[in-house]
């Protein structure tokens, strides 16, 4: 099972190794569901089919060179996604909108520069609006019943601070407020946030 | 859900992870906890449709919140506030325990003499010192009456900000909330000084709130108004203010100038005036 405790990575490997089919699924399926979502995080607003492509590439490349590896399969695993991510973005990015384009047509730049942009969410029609409405509504209401500080440092996010620069402002009110000890409240602000929204979202 | 995480170091990265707020060192750092932690997996999944909408949507969120009077700059404004409130208290309490290790050490002979001569001081100088505020029976607690609909400046000249800080300061006002009316009325008058009514909400709710010395300044600042019915509402509570402070003298003042004026506040004024003087 994914999310299975004490997940033997190595165990499954050497099973997988002397051919065990079952043992090549239950990998397959753990490296699946991690390598997704660490793909959906450094790659947020591209298209599900996107990030499906990828994890699955990165796990053929597994499959492909298992026998090479020794130990620790979601390591290497996740380290082919973060090259194939790479890889992604760079091709990407090398589209650019070319200099000599004639000012009247503009469908070759829209073109490239509607590229790089992030994919806007899939359109399921309108209960997934209304849906999205919804959570905004429930995000907003939650935001504003958290405690002073909690509530500033999502705001801060929101307006687009880092968490640096939120670390620097709150230093003004507490100067002693060190980066560790600010990590942990922020920590436990996203636990009250997930109070607030709990059955909810 | 899976047992707790166990390298909470590392786990507690999850928040700037999902804000995309590590460094590229830490966030390979996280992904390699991610991989064996089930309970991180799960946590950063159920969070997924709640980071989602804050990434997806943060513009939309941000305005509606706007609209209820919170940005960051308020929110970080309201901290420091606090934190200067707290340095003062600190500072109070600060004080309070060098004359508590002086009364700790006063068998100390070194010691003893002065700490009784700072005894003495406070005995004179601090208000425990003095007899208990006789009047407090006579302190009219009830609110000054609000209505927004009744309160419009001329459109074109209005604040937006300062509005919606004094619309969220009423908002509180009216529930009672006094502490939290403080805060938002404090930002409205910063924003919109020359908003008589503002500072007399704000010197009310601090009345109200047992805070009598701001309530004076506020409400003195509401008297520069050319509005008279606003300029009665204010010696009103301002005579109330007063009469919270014990300053009698202040008290009489005002109530004369109300029943001079006439209006809304007069009755009420001479009715006060007379129980203060009959119990004098």
Known sequence: MPFEPNFDWNDLLLKVKEGQTEARNALCQALSVRLRLIAQYRLWGWSRQDLDDLVQESLITLMGRLNRVDSNPHRVACEILRNKIGDALRRRKMIKIPLQTDPADDSHSREAVAMPAIHPEEDDGFIARIEARDRVDLVRTAIRNLAPFCRAFFLGILEGQSARELWRHFRRAEPGLQRSAFDKRIFDCRKRLKQLVKDQI | ?280
């Open chain 2, 1 to 280: 859900m899976p047992q707790e995480c166990a390298r909470e170091e590392i786990g507690r990265l999850i928040t700037l992870y999902e804000l995309d707020q590590l460094s590229e060192k830490d966030r390979r750092r996280f992904e390699e906890h991610l991989l064996e932690c089930p309970h991180c997996l799960q946590e950063l999944q159920e969070m997924l449709p709640l980071i989602s909408t804050m990434r997806e949507s943060r513009v939309e969120i941000r305005q509606a919140l706007a609209g209820q009077g919170m940005s960051f700059a308020e929110e970080k404004e309201a901290l420091l506030e606090k934190s200067r409130d707290r340095a003062g208290e600190s500072l109070i309490a600060s004080f309070y325990g060098i004359i508590q290790r002086l009364l700790t050490d006063v068998r100390r002979p070194v010691v003893w003499a002065p700490a009784v001569a700072v005894a003495l001081i406070l005995i004179f100088l601090l208000p425990w010192g003095r007899s208990p505020n006789p009047y407090l029976p006579y302190l009219d607690y009830s609110k000054a009456p609000y209505s927004r609909v009744a309160f419009r400046g001329p459109a074109g000249q209005i604040n937006v900000e300062a509005q919606k800080a004094f619309n969220a300061g009423m908002a509180e006002y009216l529930r009672d909330n006094y502490d939290l009316a403080i805060q938002h009325l404090k930002r409205a008058v910063r924003r919109a000084p020359e908003e008589s009514q503002y500072w007399f909400y704000l010197g009310v709710s601090q009345y109200l709130a047992r805070h009598p010395g701001s309530g004076i300044e506020a409400l003195n600042r509401a008297l520069s108004t050319t509005d008279e019915s606003l300029r009665a509402k204010a010696r009103w509570y301002l005579a109330q203010a007063y009469l919270l402070r014990g300053d009698l003298k202040q008290v009489q003042l005002h109530l004369h100038e109300i029943i001079g004026v006439g209006g809304e506040y007069s009755a009420r004024a001479d009715s006060l005036l007379k129980q203060i003087e009959t119990f004098k």
